[in-house]
């Protein structure tokens, strides 16, 4: 049987100390059998704390002249137009299990996939399986640095290259599908200020 590789939910709770000690005391047992994929997994989400944590303990302090020219900049009714601008984020990959390096003793097809995109500094955890059938099933969430409020997603579609869309469900942070076919997809995620868009999402192994 394959080994069961760790989810990016689970490294980042054993990272930011939030599992129980048996759930902790598991995780670094897997870790410890040099399982290549979760070791990888384990240094990015290190390298992306470390990250965060910069990024909010940077501070720059700007001239009040400064400050006040884009006050008014900004001011309405250019303020609107500003905020729909951002509305859109595009979320990049910045991890993808299927690039490592297959081990000899374990090349063969494909069961299951982890990728995780970033949004600015927000991050999409997404985890595959292939079903019995050859389609796959799909779970996903967004994680918000701590600093941050958490916003529910309102909405999720899943579009295929020829516009067809497979059926996503939703709750709080989460989603969630299933048999989906092997291929590439745009994923949008709604919010109630913005929409993130992973675009060219690969379903399955790479085409």
């Not at 600015?120 to 955890?125: A, D, Y």
Request: hydrophobic content about 40%; proline content about 5%; charged content about 20%.
């Amino acid at each position: 049987m394959p080994q069961k590789h760790l989810k990016p939910q689970q490294v980042l709770d054993y990272l930011e100390g939030k599992l129980t000690p048996l759930a902790h005391t598991s995780v670094e047992e897997h870790l410890a059998q040099g399982c290549p994929s979760c070791t990888e997994l384990t240094r990015w989400w290190q390298a992306a704390l470390h990250d965060l944590a910069g990024a909010r303990t940077s501070t720059v302090s700007a001239p009040s002249n400064a400050v006040a020219k884009a006050i008014a900049i900004f001011a309405a009714p250019r303020q609107t137009e500003y905020i729909a601008a951002r509305s859109l984020f595009t979320a990049a990959l910045v991890f993808d299990s299927l690039r490592r390096p297959a081990l000899a003793g374990v090349r063969g097809v494909t069961t299951s996939i982890q990728q995780v995109y970033r949004a600015e500094n927000h991050f999409i955890e997404l985890g595959m399986e292939r079903q019995p059938a050859g389609n796959w099933s799909m779970i996903g969430v967004m994680i918000a640095p701590e600093s941050e409020p958490v916003h529910r997603i309102n909405g999720a579609r899943l579009t295929n290259t020829d516009g067809n869309s497979a059926e996503v469900d939703w709750s709080n942070m989460e989603f969630y599908a299933a048999g989906i076919p092997a291929g590439s997809y745009e994923l949008h995620l709604d919010f109630e200020n913005c929409t993130v868009v992973v675009s060219d999402l690969k379903v399955g192994e790479a085409l």
